[in-house]
């Protein structure tokens, strides 16, 4: 049948309005949307109402109840007597009971006459007080929020169904089973309220809100101008029809409500809902039974049509009621009492307990700790993040329903903190572009400069009359100038119009003693004045490092021209010249050398000489 309250990621905004309004706490953060915890949920659809967004809804039964009225089987419908307030529009309630029957229902009835029924036994459990305060069942919200959040107060739930159940077992005990129940009302909870009576006398098969009932009129185009009047198919109600407001239930059996005299304490709404449970659980001192709508009753359900009127929808109802007892015929309501007096009304209730671990103080500490609430003045309660305290928020956050980001201080200090860091980037930001700017600009300059210096280079080695070549380590060529490419011919002057100074070739396609400047590469030793033939010609060829084992030059002069085979003889003559200079020098200075011995010697044999002739004297 699938989950009675859905929630839509991609509209949900996160303003946590729906966690506000949760009395199960049944909605947590996650994902960053609201989910729904369908353990937890008790129906209520106050979510539904509150939710700007509309990203919260609760389970269309429309498909199920068209799929009914286009079968085989009878289908009868019950109304909740708070229709009346939500059609206003319509000006006599007969038309909205023809309205309905258009769309295809074989019977159209009235709760009011099962809020009599249940109204009575309430009254019985009452006069038969043995000391136990009781709290109505006729609110499944209440129901439900009792079984889950208190489950050890399920005993004191009124052991009596709720009157759309007593209204259905009527429908089935004087019309047969044979027939298919739709309940119409403005309460989403009992939607799924009734699968705790299927297979029964009392089981609904299919629950559709005001809303969807006017969705469906506006489908099959049923108007209040083309019905004529109908009325409701008997057994018809009489004060049970004031059930959707507060007091209504017991009025109907005309309960005493004075408040010097009365033991039941009636009230309504979200608030005053779930201070009365505190209380009734907690102070001894509040001995009464509880008459409790979750809703400001019925009138109000999260079913009914938004933007209604409390005040005026109370009014329509109480008309409607105060016409319907001038009409009604007081015997026959009677003999309808006896009747169906004697039909089982009893349930049980069970305890579904969801109620979540409270966790240890030195955590919620800690939490509280990493929120940055460390000091008294920190704990605002401010409730945005949809508990009342910040302790409160705490203890979720450690059950696994709240995240950080719910607390409205502690996201802002994250925003500012972010917010700083964000800055600091800018700032580093800026001056990197700063930065960057000044050194595309010092780029700027040393590109120009470089391709001023290149050009310069280029100039000056076109000036040089030898051929001069500078490759890397793979042999490609750096640059070359005119003259190399000259000398390599007509060729290579063609390639040199589209790529100037031959950049990029390879040194091995272009010359045949390439190997020199291999060698000079790996070795790092210079080749100076290596003589080459190159076809017709003999290419004195100097090899030397510019950047070790990176990048080689070469000088390549042709000695076959006249210039250079003229400047060739005179620097071979001046080597021959300088060569046989040193070697004139090397002999007279062995020359020298030798005399100088001789002299030496012979100076050494005179002086002996002498030395003997004085010893012989």
């Known amino acids: 049948m699938g989950q009675l309250i859905v929630s839509d990621k991609e509209k949900c905004n996160l303003s946590y309005t729906c966690v506000r309004v949760c009395p199960a706490k049944a909605i947590k953060i996650a994902d960053k949307h ?37 079968g085989s089987e009878r289908v009868a419908a019950i109304c909740d007597p708070a229709i009346s307030g939500e059609f206003s529009d319509i000006t006599d309630y007969r038309k909205f009971v023809a309205m309905i029957r258009a769309l295809g229902f074989d019977l159209v009835t009235e709760m009011a006459f099962g809020v009599d029924l249940v109204a ?30 208190h489950p050890d107060m399920v005993e004191n739930l009124a052991p009596i169904v709720p009157p759309f159940i007593a209204m259905s077992k009527v429908i089935r005990k004087k019309y047969g089973h044979d027939q298919k129940v739709v309940y119409i009302t403005a309460c989403t909870a009992s939607k799924d309220d009734v699968k705790a009576f299927t297979q029964t006398d009392g089981q609904i098969d299919s629950v559709i809100t005001f809303v969807e009932l006017r969705e469906l009129f506006a489908e099959h185009g049923i108007k209040e101008s083309s019905v004529e009047f109908s009325d409701f198919d008997p057994p018809l109600g009489r004060k049970g029809g004031l059930f959707p407001i507060s007091h209504g239930l017991f009025q109907a059996v005309d309960v005493n409500q004075d408040l010097l005299e009365a033991d039941i304490l009636i009230t309504e709404g979200r608030t005053n809902f779930l201070q009365s449970i505190k209380e009734f659980r907690s102070e001894v001192e509040l001995k009464q039974h509880l008459d409790l709508f979750y809703c400001k009753g019925c009138i109000m359900g999260p079913g009914a049509s938004k933007g209604g009127k409390k005040f005026m929808r109370r009014s329509q109802v109480i008309k409607y009621v105060s016409k319907r007892m001038k009409d009604i015929d007081c015997d026959q309501w009677r003999d309808d009492i006896d009747r169906y007096k004697d039909l089982d009304l009893t349930r049980a209730f069970r305890s579904m307990d969801q109620r979540l671990p409270y966790p240890p103080e030195d955590q919620i500490q800690q939490v509280l700790v990493d929120m940055g609430k460390t000091k008294e003045e920190d704990m605002l309660g401010c409730g945005a993040c949809g508990y009342p305290t910040c302790k409160e928020f705490a203890v979720a956050h450690l059950q696994g329903l709240t995240e950080y980001e719910q607390c409205y201080t502690y996201t802002i200090k994250k925003m500012h903190t972010y917010i700083s860091k964000v800055n600091a980037a800018n700032d580093k930001l800026k001056r990197t572009q700063e930065a960057l700017q000044n050194s595309e600009e010092k780029a700027r300059i040393e590109e120009l400069a470089a391709r001023e210096a290149a050009e310069t280079t280029t100039s000056m080695l076109n000036k040089i009359r030898a051929g001069v070549v500078i490759v890397d380590k793979d042999l490609k060529v750096l640059e070359s100038n005119n003259h190399f490419i000259d000398m390599l011919g007509e060729d290579a002057r063609e390639i040199a119009e589209l790529v100037p100074g031959l950049k990029g070739a390879e040194l091995t396609s272009l010359l045949p003693f390439h190997r020199l400047f291999s060698s000079v590469l790996k070795s790092g030793q210079d080749v100076l004045n290596r003589d080459s033939p190159y076809g017709n010609s003999i290419l004195n060829v100097s090899v030397f490092t510019i950047k070790k084992n990176q990048v080689v030059g070469g000088i390549i002069r042709d000695l076959i021209t006249p210039e250079v085979r003229r400047e060739e003889v005179i620097t071979r003559a001046r080597n021959v010249i300088r060569e046989n200079l040193e070697t004139v020098q090397q002999i007279a200075f062995l020359l020298g050398e030798s005399a100088s011995k001789t002299e030496k010697t012979l100076n050494s044999i005179i002086q002996a000489q002498k030395l003997g002739l004085d010893d012989e004297s």
């Open 120 to 149: 009575i036994k309430y009254k019985e459990l009452l006069d038969s007080f043995q000391g136990k305060y009781f709290i109505s069942s006729k609110c499944p919200p209440v129901i439900k929020y009792i079984e889950k959040m």
């Open 34 to 70: 609201a989910q729904i915890i369908p353990d937890r949920c008790i129906g209520c659809g106050h979510c539904v109402t509150m939710c700007s967004q509309h990203a919260i809804h609760y389970r269309d039964e429309k498909s199920k109840t068209k799929g009914f009225l286009e």
